[in-house]
Nanobody, 122 residues
């Protein structure tokens, strides 16, 4: 079963930065869209950012626009989420997923990782 692997989460103070990575050891998503979603305790999973296979189509949630940057390196089969100016409300488990098109809807994505915890202290 294909599974993506997220890494790079951790504890950071408000205003700090983290970079998350998403890869898959036995699955290539170089020709697929990849998205980041997050889920805070007792909240629904929400869209964060998505990137098309060739990095032309990129979209962000309004809550992270201007602070987060999604990018990919297809030679490394890896997608990144650079998170700057982090806020306590960014605290959540962050998941990456892949699919055919770079949409904002979680049900459009097929393979998921197990998530990485990001905690932002005030």
């Amino acid at each position: 079963q294909v599974q993506l692997v997220e890494s790079g989460g951790g504890l950071v103070q408000a205003g700090g930065s983290l970079t998350l990575s998403c890869t898959a050891s036995e699955h290539t998503f170089t020709n697929r869209a990849v998205a980041w979603f997050r889920q805070a305790p007792q909240k629904e999973r929400e869209f964060v950012a998505t990137i098309g296979w060739n990095s032309i189509w990129i979209s962000y949630a309004n809550s992270v626009k201007g602070r987060f940057t999604i990018s990919r390196d297809n030679s490394k089969n890896t997608v990144y989420l650079q998170m700057n100016s982090l806020k306590p409300e960014d605290t959540a488990v962050y998941y990456c997923s892949d699919g055919i098109l770079p949409t904002t809807r979680s049900h459009d994505y097929v393979h998921w990782g197990q998530g990485t915890q990001v905690t932002v202290s005030s």
